[in-house]
């Protein structure tokens, strides 16, 4: 085929800047702002450099916001909770998908898409009356409840697509042989899908990272229980607002997820996107 | 004897729904109920006193006010462009991305951060971004001369609608980019290779190959980010909470302050199930269209 010419080749890359620059802008100004002393922060007109930058906000954070190393705790530990849950429901509900005919499979495949659909936000009001009534506001499982059910359907269409590859031959095989339903399904396919459980774990635990706004704001109001994405407005103080460290507080809160991501986007990128492509 | 061993093997039904069964009964306990929950809410006057039954009043009130259809065009104008620029944007991103450059591989990694990243702490830099005082974009607007002096994005009633519109899309690109690159790298190559031997440039063929290829795609993620841009909450909240002056309260943002803002769970169940009637026309519809198209297609 034809090769990029020189001009074309400076076009694309130019292009590819600018889309950058765009995806990449409030990471940079984040940043940015992280690295500057507060007083610094708001001196008008906009600098673009100047000598005074430092780390020092990323020190200050935890002394401002004490509780900062808690909110992070928080966040990861519901997160891993909910990832854990979804995935011992989703598990049996992808291979029974994957393997089964049964009357209304089809049918009930699309009523999971459908929940999708209706976001935590449309349901909020039940969902707060429900939580209420078995007294679980204000508590993790406030957060964690809710989390759970928007995280099962897109797990189930991720997994089912990876069960589905593995030859039911083997299975076979293996039921001829006598092994029983839970020898087939802890012997034969739990090893076969491991990378399969990996990446619907890992999608799991990036969105119920980051769907824990919502139910942060709507179902917790204390403070030792709050994740990262409401912790940060404490640095919201009576006088000022800790902006600098707001910013290092939100990059030291999304880095370690952003560092498993790009270890691991490989597999979750084919994975999310394989049952799509084909369909 | 085998054909019967298959046979037993593939449709024990009990089985089967043994093995959904936990996963379906959690999605009744906490989408099914509440969904069942706020259609019944919505016919009564539920507060946090309490509760009467009080028939079609609060659609009759919603539908009636002016101030409600105004949110729901709002609504749909910025769901209908941000849905439209994520499209366009993610297309130019997915053929930027599959152009044989080198850092291929690095811009495919690179894209994917405000996907991965939570919304909410996204939309706090962009707060920063959109800043007059503080922020890059006017700092580069008065250096430029284009603005004569601090300009808050989000501030005014124009600026504001889409400076949420912007960090929506951006939101939303990576995710369109991803699914339309790996559409692309499923058209088989002799498609391009032979169009190329005819003579057809890189448009022509992107035009004849690349973008028919593509249509089941850029269908599925025009239902999926259409879905999610709709009830898109998270970046209007953090940014203006629906202001100024209620120009960026989209139906989501008026459905959570009238139910947890004001306590008012009826008023707030009745706008929700309008949201669930919208969006279920809406995908029916579509899926009604899709159907239509594929009909066309194979018989063609």
């Known amino acids: 085929m034809d090769k990029y010419s020189l001009p074309l080749k400076i076009f694309l890359y130019l292009s590819i800047t600018v889309f950058f620059i765009f995806i990449l802008l409030p990471f940079v100004e984040m940043f940015y702002a992280s690295l500057r002393p507060l007083k610094h922060i708001f001196r008008s007109p906009y600098q673009f450099y100047s000598d005074d930058l430092s780390f020092w906000a990323y020190r200050e954070m935890w002394n401002t916001v004490p509780l900062l190393g808690r909110y992070i705790f928080n966040s990861f530990f519901m997160a891993i909770t909910v990832t854990f849950f979804t995935l011992l429901f989703v598990i049996p509900a992808a291979y029974s998908y994957a393997r089964f005919n049964f009357p209304f499979k089809q049918g009930s495949l699309w009523v999971l898409l459908a929940v999708n659909m209706f976001s935590g936000a449309v349901l909020l009001i039940p969902l707060f009356k429900l939580l209420r009534y078995f007294d679980l506001l204000n508590t993790y499982f406030a957060m964690i409840v809710p989390g759970i059910a928007f995280c099962i359907p897109t797990s189930i269409w991720l997994l089912k697509a990876y069960f589905e590859k593995i030859p039911v031959e083997l299975e076979e095989a293996a039921y001829c042989d006598g092994a029983s339903r839970m020898d087939i399904l802890f012997r034969i396919i739990a090893p076969l899908s491991t990378p399969g459980i990996a990446v619907t774990a890992i999608y799991a635990f990036i969105q119920a990272y980051a769907q824990q706004f919502l139910f942060a704001i709507t179902f917790n109001s204390i403070r030792e229980y709050m994740p990262i994405v409401s912790g940060l407005t404490e640095f919201i103080g009576y006088q000022s607002v800790k902006w600098n460290e707001m910013m290092a507080a939100s990059i030291v809160g999304v880095f370690p997820v952003l560092i498993v991501f790009i270890f691991l986007q490989k597999y979750i990128v084919e994975g999310l996107t394989a049952g799509a492509v084909k369909n | ?300």
């Not at chain 2, 069942?36 to 539920?46: H, P, V």
């Not at chain 2, 749909?76 to 599959?98: D, E, Q």
């Not at chain 2, 009830?231 to 309260?249: N, Q």
């Open chain 2, 1 to 300: 004897m085998k054909k019967n061993k298959l046979n037993s093997y593939n449709s024990q039904y009990f089985l089967a729904y043994i093995l959904i069964a936990p996963a379906v009964i959690y999605l009744l306990c906490i989408v099914g109920w509440p969904l069942i929950e706020t259609f019944r809410l919505s016919f009564t006057n539920s507060s946090i006193a309490g509760e009467d039954y009080v028939g079609f009043e609060n659609y009759e009130k919603l539908l009636s006010s002016s101030k409600f259809s105004k949110i729901a065009i709002r609504t749909f104008v910025w769901t209908f462009f941000s849905v439209l620029l994520k499209l366009i944007i993610g297309m130019i991103g997915a053929v930027l991305l599959n152009a044989s450059l080198r850092g291929r591989s690095f811009f495919r990694i690179l894209v994917l951060p405000p996907w991965v990243v939570p919304i909410a702490i996204g939309a706090l830099g962009w707060m920063w971004v959109y800043n007059g005082h503080f922020g890059i974009l006017s700092g580069i607007g008065i250096r430029l001369g284009i603005l004569d002096g601090p300009f808050s994005f989000l501030a005014y009633k124009n600026s504001a609608f889409i400076a949420t519109m912007v960090t929506d899309i951006w939101v939303g690109v990576p995710f369109v980019t991803l699914f339309f690159l790996a559409g692309m790298q499923a058209i088989p190559r002799d498609l391009y290779e032979a169009a190329y031997c005819d003579g057809a440039g890189r448009f022509s063929r992107w035009y004849h190959i690349t973008l028919p290829q593509l249509t089941p795609v850029i269908i599925t993620m025009s239902l999926i980010s259409a879905v999610s841009t709709f009830v898109s909450f998270d970046i209007i909240y953090i940014l203006t909470e629906g202001g100024p002056r209620g120009a960026t309260t989209t139906l989501i943002i008026d459905t959570y302050k009238m139910a947890l803002g004001n306590y008012k769970f009826g008023k707030g169940s009745a706008r929700a199930v309008m949201i669930v009637i919208m969006i279920s026309t809406f995908a029916i519809a579509y899926f009604y269209l899709l159907s239509r198209i594929n009909k066309k297609v194979s018989h063609g």
